[in-house]
Every structure is written in C-alpha cells, then in structure tokens.
C-alpha cells in the first residue's frame, strides 16, 4: 500500500504564488510517475502537470509558463510550484502518483486526499 499525503495550498489574490508538494510513502514500491491534477466545482478533474522518473514534464496548456512541477527520487516527492495564479486555478488540486509494486513491477495508481488552492481576483 502507498500513501500520498499532500501539504500546501491556500487562499492567494490573483499574481500571486502557492507551492504543492506531495510525498508518497509506504513499502515495496518504485515511482513510475507522479503528478498533479485538479477539480473545479461543476468541471471534470483535469491534469495539470506530470513528471516521470526520467524527469520528463508534461502540463496542461492553461499552466504553461506559470507552474513548474519537481521531483525528488530519493525522497519520493513531488511538488508543484504556482506562480502568476489566476481565479480560473481555483480548485481541489490532488496528487497522483503511478508506481510499480515489487516484486513483479505491478502498476498501481493512487490518489492523495486532496488541497483547496483559491485565487481571489
């Protein structure tokens, strides 16, 4: 079993920065990609950004040139950093991690509980 627990997050005018970070934790486990997505209220969740073990990036198009996620190996964590925030990032942003369950290298997927992050305008 993996945990996700996820840290950040918060209330912040428009322009401004919030940092996520997410640590995952647990036995027997090699991450094979982490990431973040998240649920607006009234929308479907959506990705935001990813990062493979290789260190390999992948962001939505609406976060381009604003969010920069990061990895730690060793640590197992993840963090997401938010700059130029707008209204329209308002959401539950939650932590998504894919990793390989020894022995075997079974892929599981897990989810973290979940940070509110709210941009005043």
């Known amino acids: 079993q993996v945990q996700l627990v996820e840290s950040g997050g918060g209330l912040v005018q428009a322009g401004g920065s919030l940092r996520l970070s997410c640590a995952a934790s647990g036995s027997s486990f090699s991450i094979n990609t982490m990431g973040w997505y998240r649920q607006a209220p009234g929308k479907q969740r959506e990705l935001v950004a990813t990062?493979?073990?290789?260190?390999?990036?992948n962001y939505a198009d609406s976060v381009k040139g604003r969010f920069t996620i990061a990895r730690d190996g060793a640590k197992k964590t993840v963090d997401l950093q938010m700059n130029s925030l707008k209204p329209e990032d308002t959401a539950v942003y939650s932590c998504n991690a894919i990793v390989h369950i020894h022995p075997g290298l079974i892929l599981r997927e897990y989810w973290g509980q979940g940070t509110q992050v709210t941009v005043s305008s």
């Open positions: 990062i493979t073990s290789r260190g390999n990036t």
